[in-house]
């Protein structure tokens, strides 16, 4: 049977190379993390990009859309005018 001398010397060597597996693991995180912030970055910044093109096409859809409503309520609006007062533009035409 082992001694307790020997027994606490294989403890300590257990423990100082699990101190060492954490050290390792520790650098490992950081690493992956460092990694992670800059894939994230970069995800960020597509982002932000492809919501600007949207944002920009959205914006041309809106003013195509108000340009073509103005026009057809404006041509309502002479079709109606020229409806009522029918009798002095024909004369106009004559």
Do not use: P
């Not at 300590?12 to 650098?27: C, S, Y």
């Not at 800059?38 to 920009?56: P, V």
């Amino acid at each position: 049977m082992a001694t307790t001398a020997e027994r606490l010397g294989i403890v300590e060597t257990k423990v100082a190379n699990l101190d060492e597996k954490i050290d390792h693991l520790q650098v490992d995180i950081k690493a992956g993390h460092d990694d992670i912030k800059a894939q994230l970055k970069t995800m960020y910044d597509a982002s932000c990009e492809q919501h600007a093109q949207l944002a920009g096409k959205i914006k041309d859809l809106e003013g195509f859309k108000m340009k073509w409503t103005y026009m057809i309520l404006g041509g309502m609006a002479v079709l109606g005018w020229m409806s009522s007062h029918w009798d002095s533009v024909a004369q106009f035409f004559k």
